[in-house]
T-cell receptor
């Protein structure tokens, strides 16, 4: 099925460890996003990539790096995990030409990754 | 920068009753979209309804409708004939139409539909 795929779904890390969250979409979308969701905070944008080869900081980029590997894939890396990064992470994508599309869903979300840092 | 505010952290409503969730936003843009998303316990983000800022007519999707007041920068969601399956977090979101088409989400309102 077409959509956004995130891996892993769950992960527990120790403080100081590193890891990469993977995201891939098969809808040929240009723009991809990484959000984190904390209780009572809604979704906050970490980084986004408007198109292949470009990345920009969002609201809360500190402690994270991203790579837009190709048009399909957008990964999020924690170089040295901290307990404050315990959260649920969502990847999302949107296609340019949204106004002209027949899709009713402007932004497609993955199912989320629950990350705990001990 | 755009901001989205939802002033009701939690709300409850009796089954079959009507409830209205509030959302206000701040922007200097003239062209943009507004959305309401529903997030049930499964954590999936589900689009409920969208509104294009250039349209004066309020959007409606079955039991869901909005009251869009552009001058007041207000975008409330009305749920009619509430059902138990409507229990979820509801997020108001803003999207401006430019490079990156960035989304900004409000903090959410937790809605409980009571039997």
């Amino acid at each position: 099925n077409a959509g956004v795929t995130q891996t892993p779904k769950f992960q527990v890390l120790k403080t100081g460890q590193s890891m990469t969250l993977q995201c891939a979409q098969d809808m040929n979308h240009n723009s991809m996003y990484w959000y984190r969701q904390d209780p009572g905070m809604g979704l906050r944008l970490i980084y986004y990539s408007a198109s292949e080869g470009t990345t920009d900081k969002g609201e809360v980029p500190n402690g994270y790096n991203v790579s837009r590997l190709n048009k399909r894939e957008f990964s999020l890396r924690l170089e040295s995990a901290a307990p404050s990064q315990t959260s649920v992470y969502f990847c999302a994508s949107i296609g340019f030409g949204y106004q002209g599309t027949t899709s009713n869903q402007p932004q497609h979300f993955g199912d989320g990754t629950r990350l705990s840092i001990l | 920068a755009q901001t989205v505010t939802q002033s009701q952290p939690e709300m409850s409503v009796q089954e079959a009753e009507t409830v209205t969730l509030s959302c206000t936003y701040d922007t200097s843009e003239s062209n943009y979209y507004l959305f309401w998303y529903k997030q049930p316990p499964s954590r999936q983000m589900i689009l409920v309804i969208r509104q294009e800022a250039y349209k004066q007519q309020n959007a409606t999707e079955n039991r869901f409708s909005v009251n869009f007041q552009k001058a007041a920068k207000s975008f409330s969601l009305k749920i009619s004939d509430s059902q138990l399956g409507d229990t979820a977090m509801y997020f108001c979101a803003f999207m401006k139409l430019n490079y990156g088409q960035n989304f900004v989400f409000g903090p959410g309102t937790r809605l409980s539909v009571l039997p």
